[in-house]
């Protein structure tokens, strides 16, 4: 089974900026939906960023809106999160997910880590303040 792989990561300041990359050459961007989703330590795993295939349409929890973009490149076959004005909070493991597979894409379950079967194995972001 193909599996995505990130990279990126690491420590910063709060107020600066990472940037995540998810290597998903095995999969099509035209076919299928990707997301970034995190996980803090004694925390459930949240939804991030979501972008859909097909329309390219972007979706964001409201923590990290106008902070974050999501964006995928056709010519290296990734999908990237570029993380800008960090807070501690943000502190988490970020995973790739790839392959949305429930029945139906809504608002309310494009950032739902239930409908994404191919996980990658996580990249390490760490905020300090």
């Known amino acids: 089974q193909v599996q995505p792989v990130e990279s990126g990561g690491g420590s910063v300041q709060a107020g600066g900026s990472l940037r995540l990359s998810c290597d998903a050459s095995?999969?099509?961007?035209?076919?299928?939906?990707m997301a970034w989703f995190r996980q803090a330590p004694g925390k459930e795993r949240e939804g991030v960023a979501t972008?859909?295939?097909?329309?390219?349409?972007?979706y964001y929890i409201d923590a990290v809106k106008d902070r974050f973009i999501i964006s995928q490149d056709n010519a290296k076959r990734t999908m990237d999160l570029q993380m800008n004005s960090l807070k501690p909070e943000d502190t988490a493991m970020y995973y790739c997910?790839?392959?949305?597979?429930?029945?139906?894409?809504?608002?309310?379950?494009?950032?739902?880590?239930?409908?994404?079967?191919?996980w990658g194995q996580g990249a390490q972001v760490a905020v300090s303040s």
């Open positions: 972008i859909r295939a097909g329309s390219g349409r972007t």
């Open positions: 095995g999969f099509s961007f035209s076919m299928y939906s």
């Open positions: 997910a790839v392959h949305f597979t429930c029945n139906t894409f809504s608002d309310s379950n494009a950032l739902n880590p239930t409908c994404f079967r191919n």
